[in-house]
């Protein structure tokens, strides 16, 4: 199992060369700047007012199945609105929100986004040792140990129950619209209880 997990991390990690190369650089460069970050994230706000409906005015979703986007690493943002507007990702109704976006402003949308905070949810404290066993062995090589993310791998920590236990249980079942070598790796171990106890753990994270 362990290899196979290396594995699939390896390819995972190799195909994000695939990301426009030339907003990931002019990403980086207004993180480098703070006065041109403050004026992105101020732009931002303003882009994104059609995504307020389901992901929040501050990227924190209305609704327990649409997942949290404040909080996530910019670069990671900006590959997942790149792959929603190439069809990578398949959405119809995101694909149409994000082919009205100008390159500059996908660079502003994920700077806004991840600039905000992610409060933690209330749990259930009974199952999240379990949660916290569970991901420390499976998941943390990833998504770090704080389940906060990188430019590669999402956040999970602070996402609603609801959006995690439905998202790695798709993943596990090989049941959801995207296909990742890695991650049926590794949730193809988990019961459904396991499941829960994951969300859980993750859900309190701030």
Known sequence: MRGLILLAYFLATSSFAQTDTALQDRLK????????????????????????????????????????????????????????????????????????????????????????????????????????????????????EQARGNELFPRLAGQKVPYLKTSITRYRDQTGVRNNQLMAIATAPLKNEDIVAIANYLTQMP
């Open 29 to 144: 460069s207004i993180s480098n700047d703070p006065v041109a970050l403050r004026s992105a994230v101020d732009a931002g706000k303003k882009v994104t007012f059609f995504c307020v409906n389901c992901h929040g005015e501050d990227g924190i979703s209305k609704t327990p199945d649409v997942p949290n986007l404040a909080g996530q690493n910019p670069a990671y943002l900006l590959e997942q609105i790149r792959k929603f507007g190439s069809g990578e990702r398949k959405d119809a109704f995101m694909q149409g929100l994000i082919k009205v976006l100008k390159p500059e402003e996908r660079v502003q949308a994920a700077h806004y986004y991840a600039s905000n905070k992610v409060p933690p949810s209330a749990a259930d404290a009974a199952l999240v040792p379990r949660g916290k066993e569970l991901f420390n062995k499976l998941c943390a090589r990833c998504h770090g």
